[in-house]
């Protein structure tokens, strides 16, 4: 492909240079346009615009492809922890076995919560949602952090160590538990069970099927390059604002029902279907009638125009932990059937929409005894090490703060006329 792009712009020609990544996506480079032409793009939702360059991901959408630092996801699930792929992620290479110890044993040491957030914990109102919860309490641990001057990596560990134990205090809140500790002989994943499900007194047994299942899934949602919520985090870090503020927007971001907020609403979806008679048909044809707000949950995707490489393992992991487990699963059931019609449906194959990383997560979380409405909250402490090296990435590349134009189409200037007062 040629290295500049000519534009003809009422018959001045001006030449935009192109810009060309690791593998075959190519851009052009508009940073002069504005000075050059008057002009500017027009690209709501940022379909076609990058807005960095990064080294973290790279995703090919038609191909169903996800790398992380250049290793296929096929690879990390099989090969990998979700320390290793945290410590991937923010380095740019896996850990060898000391560097991976030595980091383990990093995080450990920021595994404590400061008796003030329990006291805050404990003012919490009931009905605040999970996320909330996270995305404040996130802002807040800055403020108990005694060192002003931390070390970038002790930054990145406090996070790693803090949101699970934040998750953890949140879900035995709700279910009236008090708080439970971690355990330095048990594994990252592990302890997040044990914070999450241990009871007072009693030995907990951690159980491998759902702890394999559980970091599989953190491994699967630890990065997915230019996503809503990451682009929330590099924006924030383009402003310089602190890794903790950075992280706890990108956790607002994805609250959204839109995104990471979508594995709940897809269980609700199942159930409802479920309730309703399971008349899978009647729910597709009210998914492609324009005249219906809904939508397949868990289905469609920006980039994906392809099977979501995650879907695929995390189905199978669904699969594998149900029948291990030996558990009915009536919503595993519907989903792998929903699945099947939707994917055979014309309307689907035509806008490409097949099931996302969404679609069967829940179906997990469920299995483990993660309440719905903390199943975006799981998501979250996935999503972390890979927030944190595009904050981090943001501060190396040196991108200037993200502030985008627009097209106004707002009032012409106008000026105040003074009322007469009418008197009364
Ligand atoms: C995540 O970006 C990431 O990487 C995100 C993520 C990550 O790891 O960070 O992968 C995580 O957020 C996964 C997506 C979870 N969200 C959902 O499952 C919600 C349901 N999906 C959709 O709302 C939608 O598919 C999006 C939001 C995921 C993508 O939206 P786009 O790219 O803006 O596409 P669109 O809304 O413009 O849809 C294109 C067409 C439209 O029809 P037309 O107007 O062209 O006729 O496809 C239709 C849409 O109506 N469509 C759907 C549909 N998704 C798209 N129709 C029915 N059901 C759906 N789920």
New binding site residues.
């Given amino acids: 492909m040629c290295k500049i792009i000519n534009l003809d712009i009422n018959g001045y020609n001006y030449k935009l240079p192109v810009v060309s990544g690791t593998f075959y996506e190519k851009a052009i480079n508009i940073s002069k346009l504005r000075e050059n032409t008057g002009l500017i793009t027009f690209d709501p ?1 940022l379909k076609n615009t990058g807005l960095s360059k990064s080294s973290i991901s790279f995703i090919d959408g038609e191909k169903g492809i996800l790398l992380y630092r250049g290793y296929p996801i096929e690879q990390i699930i099989n090969k990998c922890s979700f320390v290793e792929t945290s410590y991937l992620l923010l380095n740019g290479e896996l850990p060898n076995s000391k560097q991976l110890e030595s980091f383990s044993n990093q995080i450990k040491e920021f595994h404590y919560m400061n008796q003030e957030i329990y006291q805050i914990f404990d003012k919490i109102p009931d009905f605040y949602h999970p996320m909330g919860i996270l995305s404040s309490f996130t802002c807040i641990l800055t403020a108990f952090i005694k060192n002003k001057y931390l070390k970038e990596q002790d930054m990145y560990l406090h996070l790693l160590a803090k949101l699970p134990i934040l998750a953890a205090l949140t879900y035995r809140k709700k279910v009236g538990l008090p708080p439970s500790h971690v355990d330095k002989n048990l594994s990252y994943t592990s302890n997040i069970l044990k914070m999450f499900f241990s009871f007072p007194k009693k030995y907990y047994e951690t159980n491998p099927i759902i702890t394999d299942a559980l970091d599989k899934l953190l491994i699967l949602h630890a990065d ?1 390059e230019q ?3 990451t682009t929330t985090v590099r924006l924030l870090s383009s402003a310089h604002a602190g890794l903790f503020s950075s992280v706890s927007a990108g956790i607002s971001a994805l609250w959204g029902r ?3 907020g ?1 594995n709940q609403a897809v269980i609700e979806m199942l159930e409802n279907i479920l309730k309703s008679g399971g008349n899978i048909q009647k729910w597709i044809e009210k ?1 492609k009638n324009k005249k219906d707000p809904f ?9 994906y125009k392809n099977f979501d490489p995650r879907a695929r393992i995390i189905k199978k992991v669904a699969q594998k932990i149900i029948s291990q487990l030996d558990m009915d699963n009536p919503i595993l059931k519907l989903a792998n059937e929903l699945e099947e019609v939707a994917i055979q449906d014309s309307y689907f194959k035509e ?1 490409k ?1 097949y099931p ?3 679609f069967y997560s829940g179906i997990i979380y469920q299995a483990i005894g993660i309440p719905k409405d903390m199943f975006t909250v799981m998501f979250a402490l996935g999503r972390l090490p890979g927030w944190m090296a595009h904050w981090k990435e943001m501060r190396l590349n040196r991108d200037p703060i993200g502030r985008p134009r627009q097209i106004y189409i707002g009032y012409k200037k106008r000026n105040i006329v003074e009322c007469v007062d009418e008197g009364i």
């Fill in positions: 939702g997915h996503n809503c919520s839109l995104h990471g979508a998914a939508r397949l949950m868990g289905f469609g995707h920006r980039i806008k929409l996302n990383i969404d």
